[in-house]
């Protein structure tokens, strides 16, 4: 589990608990049932309405996507293709299938299923990039749904704040309880740009940063595949594939160091 989701909305909802506790305000003031309820109920509802049924359960499922995913470490997907492309030019591509049931990661396991079947080179590639280009686009719609919530969400708080104003006007016979009704009125629009900012758009940023990671893997798995069925040596697979993370350097130039 990568922590640093969970971590920020806490800490940011920490900062925010501080300058309620300097500001001498009772945090009972802004935790009013009425406001929350429609903020965040309107604001899922309305989401919702906007896109399928599908897209809400596959909203459901990023969610914990985001504060449990952890994305693999580019270092361990290379060594995994290396250790397999040495295997597969001292014994031969046959020997892969071997190797399967040992294999976690299901899209590096189907492309070897699939270079041990005898797949054409090309037909390989258009078949992996095709899974690739899908998945992005799923992530995307994931994402999507939560960046919309975010964007809802604040203007939801606004309507909210215009019903408690209207209430408050209706009653104005009565001034010594003007002040504590226009407090209680900006308790939605707070609502609604606090969740939109400390939940819904850093779980979309989430989502597209760990989709991003994904992919970046699977491409290190298609290029990895495509290298080791042509026959690729070892060293040069590591150095090539190496060469496609920013942040990793060939096994021999660290030696080198």
């Not at 397999?84 to 399967?100: M, N, V």
């Not at 969400?153 to 003007?178: C, K, Q, R, W, Y």
């Not at 939109?196 to 979309?204: D, Q, S």
Request: charged share 20%.
């Amino acid at each position: 589990m990568d922590p640093a989701s969970l971590i920020g909305i806490l800490l940011a909802f920490g900062a925010l608990y501080g300058m309620i506790t300097l500001e001498g305000t009772h945090l009972s003031a802004l935790l009013l049932p009425a406001p929350i309820l429609l903020v965040l109920g309107a604001t899922i509802f309305v989401t919702v309405a906007g896109g399928t049924l599908q897209d809400a359960k596959r909203a459901v499922l990023g969610l914990g996507k985001a504060l449990r995913g952890r994305p693999t470490p580019p270092r361990r997907t290379i060594d995994s293709l290396v250790d397999l492309a040495h295997k597969a030019r001292d014994q031969g591509l046959l020997s892969l299938e071997a190797e399967l049931e040992d294999v976690d990661d299901p899209f590096l396991r189907d492309a070897l299923q699939s270079i041990v079947d005898g797949a054409d080179s090309e037909d390989l590639r258009v078949t992996l990039e095709d899974r690739v280009a899908t998945k992005a686009a799923l992530d995307r719609q994931q994402a999507k749904f939560y960046s919309d919530m975010g964007g809802y969400a604040p203007t939801i708080g606004i309507v909210g704040t215009v019903v408690s104003l209207v209430h408050v006007l209706e009653n104005l016979a009565d001034p010594a309880s003007l002040g504590p009704s226009i407090a209680a009125a900006f308790v939605a629009t707070l609502w609604g740009v606090m969740t939109a900012n400390f939940m819904w758009l850093p779980v979309a940023n989430r989502l597209k940063r760990l989709s991003g990671l994904e992919v970046d893997q699977m491409n290190l798995v298609i290029e990895g595949a495509l290298a080791m069925q042509s026959g690729c040596q070892p060293r040069v697979l590591d150095e090539r594939l190496s060469a496609l993370v920013p942040a990793e350097k060939p096994k021999s130039v660290k030696a080198a160091a």
